[in-house]
Every structure is written in structure tokens, then in C-alpha cells.
T-cell receptor, first 111, second 113 residues
């Protein structure tokens, strides 16, 4: 079974609004990553947060990590139509080399 | 610098046929992996390699073989294709260490009839 579970499965918002996606995982992790996938394309890395970090920012992206709840959230502020894509969280388990992906959140930003 | 390349981009097979999906990288990354993505789903890890000569199984290894004779190449072999293997296959690489992003190839769309 997959390590990460994203919530919601799909999200539709207006341009300019904020989008929040959540990810839960099951085992102890070394780090958690967020990726973006445009339709029919490969995945692009957005941000990585280490297990000893609680929050990280990159441009309009803000990621939080709560290891006690085994959860993470990705916030995209001031969304744009170009942010329309699927977003996946992925985890690297402690001591392992396997990166396990969640099922993703499909974000649709209406212009 | 091509990054991660995958060939072919599209492939149609008949049940029982075998084939090899190619993955090559020019970033000198130690770690390479293969994923499959089914419609509306995330990626599932098939096999991975932490360096030349070293491979290991991921979440869904059955029906697939890999080898890693060089740092640059990590081919994925389908031994006897089945309709359940219809999927998009992605190869990814990253440097060793615990805090490094993965770089993905553009994918191979495989249909098994």
C-alpha cells in the first residue's frame, strides 16, 4: 500500500485564492517531498522538508510537517491558472532508499 | 545536458511479448528508480538501484526485471507482458544522501493488448 495519502483528491479554486493540500503517511520518515505533474508529463520536484524541520517556504509555496501526526501540508498562495496540475507528496523512510508516493491531489485553478 | 531520457515514448505490446524500456542519465547520479503510474493514481515503485551492480525491489516488482551495469543506464525488462502492465512508466534519478530531490524522465506510455 502507498505510504502517502493526499487530501483532498481534487480541488477547484479561483485564481488568486490559496490552495491547501494535505498528506498523511504511515511510517517514520527521513524527509518528505512535494512534486508537481502537469497532464501527460513527468514529475517536477517542488520542495523537500527534512524530518527535523517543521516549516519551509519556497516562493509561493509553504510546506509544513508534523511528524507526531505523520502529516504534511502544501499551501500555494495567490494561485494562478498555470498552477493547474496534480500534486504528489512522497516520503523517504528512515534508513531506507525507497521513495513512496501518494495518490495525489488534482488542483484546478480557474482564471 | 539531457538529464534523464527514456525510450520509447510510446509502445504497444501483445500479451506475452517481452520488451525493454530504456532509461539513461547524464547527471552521474548514483540512485535510479522505476515507477509506474496508473490512471488517476500516484507512482508506485517497481525497482531501484543505489549504484552500478546493485538493485532491489520496490512495491510492485513482479513481472519486471532490472540490471545496472553502468551508472548511466537502468533498463526495465518486461518478461511476458500482461494487460495489467498497461501504464505509464517513469524513470527517476537522484544523488546519494538523504535529502536530495529526484529528477524524472518524460515517461513511456505502454499499452498491452
Amino acid at each position: 500500500s502507498q505510504q502517502g495519502e493526499e487530501d483532498p483528491q481534487a480541488l477547484s479554486i479561483q485564481e488568486g485564492e490559496n490552495a491547501t493540500m494535505n498528506c498523511s503517511y504511515k511510517t517514520s520518515i527521513n524527509n518528505l517531498q512535494w512534486y508537481r505533474q502537469n497532464s501527460g508529463r513527468g514529475l517536477v520536484h517542488l520542495i523537500l522538508i527534512r524530518s527535523n524541520e517543521r516549516e519551509k517556504h519556497s516562493g509561493r509555496l509553504r510546506v509544513t510537517l508534523d511528524t507526531s501526526k505523520k502529516s504534511s501540508s502544501l499551501l500555494i498562495t495567490a494561485s494562478r491558472a498555470a498552477d493547474t496540475a496534480s500534486y504528489f507528496c512522497a516520503t523517504d523512510a528512515t534508513g531506507g532508499f525507497k521513495t513512496i508516493f501518494g495518490a495525489g491531489t488534482r488542483l484546478f485553478v480557474k482564471a | 545536458n539531457a538529464g534523464v531520457t527514456q525510450t520509447p515514448k510510446f509502445q504497444v505490446l501483445k500479451t506475452g511479448q517481452s520488451m525493454t524500456l530504456q532509461c539513461a542519465q547524464d547527471m552521474n547520479h548514483e540512485y535510479m528508480s522505476w515507477y509506474r503510474q496508473d490512471p488517476g493514481m500516484g507512482l508506485r515503485l517497481i525497482h531501484y538501484s543505489v549504484g552500478a551492480g546493485i538493485t532491489d525491489q520496490g512495491e510492485v516488482p513482479n513481472g519486471y526485471n532490472v540490471s545496472r551495469s553502468t551508472t548511466e543506464d537502468f533498463p526495465l525488462r518486461l518478461l511476458s507482458a500482461a494487460p495489467s502492465q498497461t501504464s505509464v512508466y517513469f524513470c527517476a534519478t537522484r544523488t546519494s544522501g538523504n535529502y536530495n530531490e529526484q529528477f524524472f524522465g518524460p515517461g513511456t506510455r505502454l499499452t498491452v493488448l
